[in-house]
């Protein structure tokens, strides 16, 4: 079985959004949950939203940075009947974010506002200081590529459809002569290390809950952090035109 890859269209996005949570909770990765939480135990309203925002990224993009969503398909396949088998949003960015405070604050958001959403800009703000701090030391402040989603649908899974997905955004990276910064999880460390990438720091997130919440707010704290946790992310970095 063989597989090519194709751009995705605005339109396509939702179906992107949908085959991205399958494949990130089969099995669950915890900090997919943190990134895309369920809020009430409403998946389709979860996946609506999350499609929603996708879309209009897309209809009005960031002027510093290039938002590009990609797919593979069986390669046998019509281009009215196809099966999507994996996916990948490559961002490539001219010019990095100085506002970080906006940026943890807008990914905190995604959560229920009182104790779930402090734990979660907590853990943003670790991993975000995390990313710039390695990022800023190597790179510099000058354009970088990186990845906002990577999956493959677990029924496709170990037949290079992660190879062609990664190679894809690597050779435009190379191209453009930038250095790719990602956070992965531990169980993909293997696999973008075979791609070039090399770590950089592994942070096992650990969030202290503030004095002084309410009873409230510190149960939901609580609940959150129980829901969560353990989380470990790793931040890699592979160097323009590695190998």
């Known amino acids: 079985m063989s597989f090519k890859v194709k751009d995705v269209s605005v339109v396509e996005l939702p179906d992107m959004v949908a085959a991205e949570r399958y494949a990130f909770e089969t099995p669950l990765q915890p900090i997919f949950r943190l990134y895309c939480p369920i809020i009430d135990n409403d998946r389709p309203k979860a996946i609506a939203d999350t499609a929603a925002k996708e879309q209009e990224r897309a209809r009005n993009p960031d002027v510093n940075e290039e938002d590009r969503w990609i797919k593979a398909v069986r390669a046998q396949d019509s281009k009215t009947d196809e099966t999507l088998v994996g996916g990948a949003q490559w961002l490539f960015i ?5 506002d970080l405070e906006g940026h943890i604050e807008s990914l905190a958001k995604r959560h229920p506002e009182g104790g779930a959403r402090l734990f979660a800009a907590q853990c943003f703000r670790i991993l975000c200081e995390c ?3 390695n990022r800023l030391a190597i790179t510099g402040s000058g354009p970088y590529a990186t990845l906002g989603s990577f999956f493959t649908l677990p029924e496709y899974r170990k037949l290079g459809i992660g190879h ?5 955004g690597l050779d435009i990276a190379d191209e453009r002569g930038l250095d790719v910064w990602i956070e992965a999880a531990p169980p993909a460390v293997p ?6 990438f ?6 096992h997130l650990q969030p202290q809950r503030p004095d002084g919440l309410s009873e409230r707010v510190a149960a939901e704290w609580d609940a959150t952090a129980r829901s969560l946790l353990p989380i470990t992310a790793v ?7 590695s190998h």
């Open 94 to 98: 001219s010019k990095g974010t100085s």
């Open 191 to 196: 696999f973008y290390e075979r791609h070039g």
């Open 164 to 168: 062609l997905l990664m190679q894809w």
């Open 198 to 203: 090399v770590q950089k720091e592994v942070t």
């Open 131 to 133: 990313e710039a701090r």
């Open 235 to 241: 931040s890699m970095c592979r160097l323009a035109g």
